[in-house]
């Protein structure tokens, strides 16, 4: 089956340190790979995503991502983080069956 | 604000209670889709539309999940004789159809608090 698996729950951070965020999925075949963020109060919305092309994506607000096929996984990255980033994020993958198949989320707190 | 909409936004019921939840999605997308997630857990799929049509149901919804969307266009989830453990958060997304590549727009959420 497929599963996405999000490596910390937690991160604390404080402001300009430089961030990364581990994703890694199980699923051989293509797969359609998307990260989305959740800030406080607010909806689920689309940070960035990757179909095909270039492995390394670039999202909004300056994040990026890099699908790493021969390691199952699409890391989740900014250079430096504001206090605005403070939120929750989650990895998700399409496989076979068209259905986003989430992780757990991580939750991001940026000190100011 | 044209997002996708959902409500109730928060909703407490005795157990044994049904409730029924709707969404609105943005008026031009013909995908709706229903999660559900618990908290410290990512969003867990329930069940999909296109137009009218629910495409597929999700094993996780048992007998006393309904969903339907009889015109195409808005959605309800009804929940009947609910357990402690339906207490979650109700998502509601939708889409364009573009094949593989369309982005969910997400609304804010229904809350079910089961007593």
């Known amino acids: 089956a497929q599963s996405v698996s999000q490596h910390n729950h937690h991160v604390i951070l404080s402001e300009a340190a430089s961030l990364e965020l581990g994703c890694n999925y199980s699923?051989?075949?293509?797969?359609?790979l998307f990260w989305y963020v959740q800030y406080p109060g607010q909806h689920l919305q689309l940070l960035l995503k990757?179909?095909?092309?270039d492995p390394l994506v670039k999202g909004i607000k300056g994040f990026e991502a890099e699908f790493i096929k021969s390691k199952f996984s699409f890391n989740l990255r900014k250079p430096s983080v504001q206090w605005s980033d403070t939120a929750e994020y989650f990895c998700?993958?399409?496989?076979?069956?068209?259905?986003?198949?989430w992780g757990a989320g991580t939750k991001l707190i940026i000190k100011p | 604000d044209t997002g996708v909409s959902q409500n109730p936004r928060h909703k407490i019921t005795k157990r044994g209670q049904n409730v029924t939840f709707r969404c609105d999605p943005i008026?031009?997308?013909?995908?709706l889709y229903w999660y559900r997630q618990t908290l410290g857990q990512g969003p867990e799929f329930l069940t999909y539309?296109?137009?009218?049509?629910?495409?597929?149901k999700s094993r996780l919804l048992s007998d006393r999940f309904s969903a339907e969307r009889p015109k195409g266009s808005f959605s309800t989830l009804e929940i009947q004789r609910t357990e402690q453990g339906d207490s979650a958060m109700y998502l509601c997304?939708?889409?364009?159809?573009?094949?593989?590549?369309?982005?969910?727009?997400f609304g804010e959420g229904s809350r079910l608090t089961v007593l």
């Open positions: 997304a939708s889409s364009l159809n573009s094949g593989n590549t369309g982005e969910l727009f």
């Open positions: 008026s031009e997308h013909n995908r």
């Open positions: 539309f296109q137009n009218e049509a629910q495409l597929e």
């Open positions: 699923y051989g075949g293509t797969v359609n």
């Open positions: 990757y179909f095909s092309g």
């Open positions: 998700a993958v399409r496989g076979s069956n068209y259905q986003l198949i």
